[in-house]
């Protein structure tokens, strides 16, 4: 039987280190990554201060590279674009989707996969408590209604077995 599902507060910012999306040059897997910054300052002592730790990181500098044909790119802008198969960054379309259940069911990357996996499969899940109260801006909180369901889950779990097949062969 598969282990409980606890939600450990994560949300989507979280998974976006690193972004499997189609390279604008040759249509092969390339990769968003975060460039490290130095104004980032873990700030821990409130859950508000640290969403506003999570903001910065979000916005700091992209690496688009390409190991398939040396494509480079650098975002450096202010707007992301959220929403959709999509990286927030450049607005290229994810590696990793794939049609499930009428919808499409999409990640950023292994990390993402996996917490999709462990959410889906799980027969129990766990709130996130911070402070005594439930908090609604999870990642777990905030996933299609049609991924949560019971009745989808044979094939939301088919579905994240393929994207699981384009990770490991591109
Ligand atoms: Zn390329």
Same mark, same amino acid.
């Given at each position: 039987m598969a282990a409980p599902f606890s939600d450990s507060?994560?949300?989507?910012?979280?998974?976006?280190?690193?972004?499997?999306?189609?390279c604008p040059q040759c249509h092969q897997c390339a990769q968003v990554r975060r460039l490290p910054?130095?104004?980032?300052?873990?700030?821990?002592?409130?859950?508000?201060?640290q969403s506003s730790?999570?903001?910065?990181?979000s916005f700091s500098s992209r690496k688009l590279s390409?190991?398939?044909?040396?494509?480079?790119?650098i975002w450096k802008g202010t707007a992301q674009q959220?929403?959709?198969?999509?990286?927030?960054?450049?607005?290229?379309?994810?590696? %990793?989707?794939?049609?499930?259940?009428?919808?499409?069911?999409?990640?950023?990357?292994?990390?993402?996969l996996s917490f999709l996996e462990s959410y889906v499969t799980a027969k129990q899940r766990i709130k996130f408590h911070a402070q005594g109260r439930i908090?609604?801006?999870?990642?777990?909180?905030? %996933?299609?209604?049609?991924?949560?369901?019971a009745k989808n889950r044979d094939e939301v779990v088919k579905g994240i077995a393929r994207l699981k097949g384009m990770l490991e062969r591109s």
């Open positions: 507060g994560q949300t989507l910012e979280d998974f976006v280190e690193t972004v499997y999306v189609h910054s130095d104004e980032e300052i873990i700030l821990a002592d409130d859950s508000g201060r730790w999570r903001f910065r990181r390409c190991l398939h044909c040396s494509y480079t790119s959220k929403g959709g198969p999509y990286d927030w960054y450049f607005g290229l379309p994810l590696w %990793l989707q794939t049609p499930c259940c009428g919808e499409i069911l999409w990640a950023f990357n292994e990390e993402h908090r609604n801006g999870t990642m777990a909180s905030r %996933l299609p209604i049609w991924i949560k369901s």
